[in-house]
């Protein structure tokens, strides 16, 4: 496991890490989804954000895809839940990509992720449990998402994809995909990542993972590093690497649509 130490040091030095109230996008409420605040019970999260498409025909279901957010926001429990729309883009993501007939549409859930001691693997044990018992449940029954396994996906930005990868890890039997996109990843805790992943989908059966960087992320090798370890040991994985640096108006520009599209592709295949 990349330390805290490692983490905060190479987040630092990149714009998300630090965001201000002015880095909200003005131009986030989207047209092609309803999206609301749920309070649920819980002891380190206690709310998530979940857009609903609206256009979806009587009857239709869509996958759900849980998301979680990056350092900036652990620290403010309202702010955290909103990220992924207010700050990285989700809603006018998804909006562009609703252009194209081929994106059938997601139901997305964006709970609140604490800053979690990466020294106590209990506090990861339980948020993961409150992911898998109580957000993906409640989802289910607020918005039309399929209630299957291989139709139910997790993401991560920065920190939260490092949290995220701890979180499928500790709950597969709840997630079919797993992207982490600039995830907070050493080199050094690549290959150890690699081999949990083997010994879990040994156990679970496949998984679809998506590592998803930029040229200009600090976790740039870190991402890579993971690619490759997952490519030795025959799990298949997809590596993208798009232009640009570590920060949210990337996200907004790119990197939150290519991670959806990846997503909803998975429908297609």
Not at 42 to 62: D, I, K, N, Q, T
Not at 176 to 182: E, K, L
Not at 218 to 225: I, L
């Amino acid at each position: 496991m990349i330390s805290r130490r490692e983490v905060l040091a190479a987040i630092a030095t990149a714009p998300l890490a630090r965001p201000a109230r002015a880095d909200v996008d003005p131009g986030w409420r989207p047209n092609e989804l309803d999206v609301r605040e749920i309070f649920v019970t819980g002891s380190l999260s206690r709310r998530f954000v979940l857009g609903v498409p609206r256009h979806l025909a009587p009857g239709e279901r869509v996958p759900l895809i849980v998301l979680l957010h990056g350092l900036g926001e652990t620290g403010d429990e309202r702010m955290g839940a909103w990220a992924w729309f207010e700050r990285y883009g989700l809603g006018t993501s998804y909006d562009r990509l609703r252009a194209s007939p081929s994106f059938r549409g997601l139901v997305l859930a964006c709970p609140y992720m604490p800053n979690l001691p990466g020294a106590d693997p209990s506090a990861f044990d339980s948020y993961a449990r409150w992911i898998a018992l109580t957000v993906v449940p409640r989802a289910r029954k607020e918005a039309p998402a399929i209630d299957t396994m291989r139709a139910t996906y997790l993401a991560g930005c920065s920190l939260g994809g490092y949290f995220s990868l701890e979180v499928l890890l500790r709950q597969p039997e709840t997630f079919g995909a797993w992207g982490g996109v600039q995830s907070a990843l050493g080199q050094a805790a690549a290959a150890r990542y690699a081999e949990r992943l083997a010994a879990t989908t040994a156990h679970v059966g496949p998984r679809d993972l998506l590592i998803e960087t930029s040229r200009g992320d600090p976790f740039r090798a870190g991402n890579e590093a993971l690619a490759r370890a997952l490519t030795s040991a025959a799990i298949p994985n997809t590596f993208l690497e798009l232009p640009g640096p570590h920060d949210q108006p990337w996200l907004r520009q790119h990197g939150t649509a290519a991670m959806l599209q990846w997503f909803a592709d998975l429908r297609a295949a």
